[in-house]
């Protein structure tokens, strides 16, 4: 008779070990924000979730108590030293045993189909639970807090329905927005294209101006090293044409400058407040590295391209990289 309680003991250990109640993988800011919208499954789910830590309380204090009565049956039916070494072989290899495929599944049968007078039985003692010192986790991998923005980017990457790919573009743009320079985005030197502060802007002129492709000229003196205003070809549609003019006296003297090893943060935050739309780039000695505008800081923050009407490539550096300009191409150059 002893040996069969010890073998119903023994299998009720096992099961009761077995259990592990399946949390839910929605973050408890989501189930509140739902709960609050009057989602009633979401408001059941929070008590669940609340009530789950004294539930596994609840069971380490069976599987404690059934280890004590498996050692006393033990003693009884096989002697001391008998009975002590079986209980001590228990107690080490239940939780192995619990968790083979087979427990697992009679366990996980026999929660679900209790698991609503578990909750009650819980709910309605809380004073045990409070007795027997209920381990509270209160979500903690659910709310803690993120601790780099790159954890911030694999939730985003591992989100299948939440974010659509563009929304993931704009997350991914946005956290490597701060660490992206001036550098990485501007136009290159041998793409971009100038006017001449000299030059007369007659009607040839202008259909070529406007054939470029960019709605602002740098306007040099010489060369691109000594960039002396901005052309902005929108309000030269309004000129006189029968009137001849000069670069010069149609640009705007005002130019910004702005280094290469800025950050696009810095970049933004300056066109906001100059209220301009083109810098020109310089490296450490003042030399012109290229251009860069409000629209290429824009792209990189949201992660799209802007192509306006002005526009005739969507990509500049892609343009410099095959040098429209033919720079450096000596008849008997060498590339080291």
Known sequence: ??????????????????????????????????????????????????????????????????????????????????????????????????????IQAISSRIYARFEHRILRFVEKYPLIFKTIGSDKSKDEEMLRQLDSREELQYLVDQSTEVLSNDDKLLVSHSLAFRDRLVK????????????????????????????????????????????????????????????????????????????EDQTLEHALKSFIRTHHHLFIVVNEYRETTGILTLEDVVEQLIGQKIVDEFDSHDDLRAVAMRNPHRNNLAPKHVDL
């Open 1 to 102: 008779m002893l040996q069969v309680i010890f073998i119903i003991t023994v299998a009720c250990l096992l099961i009761a070990a077995g259990m592990r109640p399946i949390r839910s993988n929605m973050s408890l800011f989501e189930r509140q924000r739902r709960a609050s919208a009057g989602d009633v499954s979401a408001r059941d789910l929070i008590r669940r979730e609340k009530l789950l830590d004294d539930v596994l309380s609840l069971r380490r204090v069976i599987v404690a108590l059934l280890l004590i009565s498996i050692s006393g049956l033990d003693i009884n039916i096989y002697g001391w030293f008998y009975g002590i070494a079986l209980s001590i072989v228990i107690s080490v290899w239940y939780g192995a045993l619990s968790r083979t495929r087979i």
């Open 184 to 259: 990485d985005c501007m136009t290159p030197r041998s793409a971009v294209d100038t006017i001449k502060q000299g030059e007369f802007l007659g009607p040839l002129t202008l259909d070529a101006l406007h054939k470029t492709g960019h709605s602002r000229l740098p306007v040099v003196d010489g060369d691109i090293d000594h960039v002396v205003g901005i052309l902005h070809l929108r309000e030269l549609l309004n000129l006189d044409i029968k009137k001849s003019t000069t670069a010069e006296k149609a640009m705007e003297a005002r130019v910004y400058y702005i280094k």
